[in-house]
């Protein structure tokens, strides 16, 4: 081989890790919702569940299929999440005194004091992720990530992961 010929790339040869900042958001994504959901775990939830609890406490009274169009999942899935919740004794079905045809969902006691317990482990959550970063940059990276997020049409407060849940929680 002469010395003025290119090296041919070696098609077995390691390739450097990615190091963009789709894969880094994808690979913090990933990790953050894996330690997120052994944190409210620990309380006997899942991250689902936290999603739907916080859903019904900022709207109480609203109904399944209200839920089920935010989340943006047909309402069979909805109800197979609420029913779970409510065996857990964290939901409460009442008859719409509107409708009787419908169900309000509430949170009982329980549903109420497990999303305290909740905002406590998602704060921790939050500080042990961005323990990295000072306050202002904590600040500044949220800024980015939600104009990132509004910029793709993403919906506010409502992860994308209940498109893809089991019909059937497990």
Excluded: C, W
Aim: no cysteine; aromatic share 2%.
């Amino acid at each position: 081989m002469s010395s003025d010929r290119q090296a041919v790339e070696d098609p077995g040869a390691a390739a450097p890790p990615p190091s963009g900042g789709a894969f880094l958001l994808a690979q913090l994504g990933a990790h953050a919702a894996g330690r997120f959901g052994e944190r409210v775990g620990e309380l006997g939830l899942a991250p689902p569940d936290v999603g739907l609890l916080r859903m019904i406490a900022m709207e109480p009274g609203r109904s399944q299929r209200s839920l089920a169009t935010d989340l943006g999942v047909v309402p069979s899935r909805v109800v197979a999440l609420i029913d779970n919740l409510e065996k857990k004794g964290f939901v409460e079905r009442r008859r719409s005194a509107e409708d009787r045809r419908h169900h309000e969902l509430h949170l009982s006691e329980d549903g109420r004091r497990a999303l305290g317990q909740v905002r406590e482990v998602a704060a921790l959550h939050e500080d042990d992720l961005f323990a990295a970063l000072d306050e202002e940059d904590r600040a500044r990276l949220t800024a980015l990530l939600g104009r990132i997020a509004d910029q793709q049409g993403l919906t506010p407060g409502v992860h994308p992961g209940y498109r893809r849940l089991p019909k059937k929680p497990g």
